[in-house]
């Protein structure tokens, strides 16, 4: 299958800070890319879908000004969370696929806000 | 809206049996995925299986099979000669045709005893 790779793998941040964290398709061009949230023992919970280009849909509930995602390119997604705060603490994962194709999850990347 | 249900939040099985994780759906489309993903504890995502609604034979990879009922909007997952490394959270998933969102279930944690 192909790779998604994420980086950091683990992030500790102070509150108020802004912490970005990068998705990238390493063997394929995605169109689209996805970010979740998920708690333990939960879950995968949708944040906001990405297509390269253009601006990121988010999903009801999820602040767009609190969490930003940039998808510059087809290789390459971001998730910036903004002004962090200790809640903001989480298991966050992306995947990319293209249009009618498999979904590919890359490693999620562990935020803890102090 | 589409949804997915897991019922089973736990299962256990003796290593070299055979176990069957349960997942229902619900949907107006007649044209769609469905998916079951293992998350193991590195929390990394992984594709076990996939199924497209209009094929009538059931998907099977190795060890993993499913048994795909339409009309009954059921989608379970049967795990031959059950192995310690099998051991994972399972995630049922459903994707519209056109679509490219997942819809996940709420997962089921399967233990394999040795």
């Known amino acids: 299958g192909a790779v998604v790779s994420q980086h950091p793998s683990w992030v500790i941040c102070k509150s108020g800070t802004s912490v970005k964290i990068e998705c990238r398709s390493l063997?394929?061009?995605?169109?689209?890319m996805f970010w979740y949230r998920q708690f333990p023992k939960q879950s995968l919970m949708l944040m906001a879908t990405s297509n390269e280009g253009s601006k990121a849909t988010y999903e009801q509930g999820v602040e767009k000004d609190k969490f930003l995602i940039n998808h510059a390119s087809l290789t390459l997604s971001t998730l910036t969370v903004t002004s962090a705060h200790p809640e903001d603490s989480s298991f966050y994962i992306c995947s990319a696929g293209r249009a009618g194709e498999t979904q590919y999850f890359g490693p999620g990347t562990r935020l803890l806000v102090l | 809206a589409q949804t997915v249900t897991q019922s089973q939040p736990e299962m256990s099985v003796q290593e070299a049996e055979t176990v069957t994780l349960s997942c229902t759906y619900d949907?107006?489309?007649?044209?769609?995925?469905l998916f079951w993903y293992k998350q193991p504890p590195s929390r990394q995502m992984i594709l076990v299986i996939r199924q497209e609604a209009y094929k009538q034979q059931n998907a099977t990879e190795n060890r993993f099979s499913v048994n795909f009922q339409k009309a009954a909007k059921s989608f379970s997952l049967k795990i031959s000669d059950s192995q310690l490394g099998d051991a994972a959270m399972y995630f049922c998933a459903y994707r519209d045709q056109g679509a490219q969102k997942l819809v996940f279930g709420q997962g089921t944690r399967l233990t394999i005893n040795p």
């Open positions: 063997d394929f061009q995605a169109t689209t």
């Open positions: 949907t107006s489309e007649s044209d769609y995925y």
